[in-house]
């Protein structure tokens, strides 16, 4: 991706919300942190080969690494990057925490077996970019684990999320109220499975692979909250 496509005043804003809220991002998840554990756990469970986490925020996720895995862990704003750092220490691991930006990754194509990201493309400016640069640096026989939230498409929740989205995005860089799944589809990555983790369709697990993919599934499968299975064709 060329810097170029990047609105970089937007970048900086994001940047500098995370890095003012790095100290107290781990208490005001604190509540959510209860449920996203067993989530993150499960996805992680996934992971396989060299991997690359964008977005690793404070560390949350370090706990559920696969063990010996290679991870190289990527985020914009260094005080949340120092937090996870300081985490790491604590639990008397290595990460490689590197500075950087999803939408305009320095990597190349084809290289990590899995990419994971939780929620991120909320906060990401630009999350069609930032998926697309996932797409690219992933193998082509690769896959990519996200766990986001979305807007619901309740008739009420929904409406209520776009008026609060400007609120949340100003205070903490979040907005709730992307179309998470459909911009997955946009970036040309294919959507393996979907599940819902939640009520109203907030929570979502996201098992994609990228669209160059062998294995090209004509169907994903989605499960909703009710755990109820069904299967979707795919809109794309
Ligand atoms: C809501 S936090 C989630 C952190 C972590 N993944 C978690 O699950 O707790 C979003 C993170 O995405 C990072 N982020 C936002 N835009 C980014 C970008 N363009 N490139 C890299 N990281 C970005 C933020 O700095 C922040 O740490």
């Not at 909320?122 to 690219?136: A, I, Q, T």
């Not at 026989?141 to 776009?162: A, F, K, N, T």
């Amino acid at each position: 991706m060329m810097a170029s496509d990047i609105d970089q005043h937007a970048t900086l804003q994001t940047k500098e919300r995370y890095n003012r809220i790095a100290r107290v991002y781990d208490s005001m998840e604190l509540m959510m942190e209860g449920q996203f554990r067993h989530w993150r756990q499960k996805l992680w469970a996934q992971g396989r080969g060299n991997v690359l986490e964008v977005g690793v925020g404070t560390g949350k996720n370090r706990p559920y690494y696969p063990v010996g895995a290679k991870v190289i862990a990527v985020d914009i704003a260094e005080q949340m990057l120092a937090v996870a750092r300081q985490r790491a220490h604590d639990l008397g691991v290595e990460v490689d925490l590197r500075e950087g930006d999803i939408q305009c990754l320095d990597f190349p194509d084809d290289s990590f077996d899995t990419v994971v990201a939780t929620c991120v493309f909320c906060s990401v400016p630009d999350p069609l970019l930032g998926l697309r640069e996932v797409e690219r640096v992933v193998k082509p026989d690769g896959q990519i684990l996200l766990l986001e939230h979305v807007r619901s498409d309740h008739p009420v929740v929904g409406p209520l999320m776009d008026l609060l989205s400007p609120l949340t995005s100003r205070l903490w860089g979040a907005s709730i109220n992307r179309p998470t799944v459909r911009t997955v589809e946009q970036a040309g990555l294919q959507i393996e499975s979907i599940r819902d983790l939640g009520p109203m369709g907030i929570v979502k697990s996201i098992v994609a692979r990228p669209g160059r993919s062998t294995s090209t599934p004509q169907h994903y499968a989605m499960e909703s909250f009710a755990g109820s299975r069904e299967t979707e064709a795919l809109t794309r």
